[in-house]
């Protein structure tokens, strides 16, 4: 059975640019989740899907990011425009539905923006 | 709000010593809770996990966590480390009842075990 996958590994873009990164979750996961974490900080929940609809959003920073998930499979995450604070590792995860269920995380999309 | 604490940033030890890696969480409702671990070159994954029942659970590798609820923690343990255990951990809490899924992690502690 295929892992979460992320494109790119990584991504070097200038401030001001647009950069979309992209989620595919494990085939029948219905839950897709995106993490950030910061160079020395916790990683943080950005979102969460279940299916196409946005479950919580609470961890959004602000309207420069924008995440979709047509059609309830894979997801990309778009940053415009790209500000230095963005840079990060995020992080992909999805589960089944369920209390019980663990999150299965993807390598991570390596963010730096000059 | 919600948060969790691993008390460690980094830890080295020698092989075949003892490892205890510190974790509280600030939050008085029912909560899961996980420790991930991050291999250099890999993705995170999950090392155990404690929905309900016995506080002691055991997860791969050697590895165990206790859960103590009157002091908020759930402390991740083995008994003698290798080499191969040269990671980031993560300790992170899922709030339960609150209708949310999303995890709250710790800052990470990074293991170097020397041979």
């Known amino acids: 059975e295929a892992g979460v996958t992320q494109f790119p590994s990584h991504s070097v873009i200038e401030k001001g640019q647009t950069v979309t990164l992209r989620c595919d979750p494990i085939?029948?996961?219905?839950?897709l989740y995106w993490y950030r974490r910061v160079m020395g900080k916790e990683i943080k929940f950005l979102l969460h899907?279940?299916?196409?609809?946005?479950?919580?959003e609470s961890g959004m920073p602000n309207n420069r990011f924008l995440a979709e998930r047509t059609g309830g499979t894979y997801s990309t995450l778009k940053v415009q425009p790209a500000e230095l604070e963005d840079s990060g590792v995020y992080f992909c995860?999805?589960?089944?539905?369920?209390?019980?269920?663990?999150?299965?995380f993807g390598p991570g999309t390596r963010l730096t923006v000059t | 709000a919600q948060s969790v604490s691993q008390h460690n940033h980094h830890v080295i030890l020698s092989e075949a010593a003892s490892l205890e890696l510190g974790c509280n969480y600030s939050?008085?409702?029912?909560?899961?809770l996980f420790w991930y671990v991050q291999y250099p070159g890999q993705h995170l994954q999950l090392l155990l996990k404690?929905?309900?029942?016995?506080?002691l659970v055991k997860g791969i590798k050697g590895f165990e966590a206790e859960f103590i609820k009157s002091k908020f923690s759930f402390n991740l343990r083995k008994p003698s480390v290798q080499w191969s255990d040269t990671a980031e951990y993560f300790c992170?809490?899922?709030?339960?009842?609150?209708?949310?899924?999303?995890?709250?992690f710790g800052t990470g502690t990074r293991l170097l075990v020397s041979p």
């Open positions: 085939s029948g996961h219905d839950n």
């Open positions: 404690y929905f309900s029942g016995d506080p």
């Open positions: 939050y008085g409702g029912t909560v899961n």
């Open positions: 899907f279940v299916k196409e609809s946005k479950q919580d």
């Open positions: 995860a999805s589960s089944l539905t369920g209390a019980s269920y663990e999150q299965y």
């Open positions: 992170a809490v899922k709030l339960m009842n609150t209708g949310f899924q999303k995890l709250v």
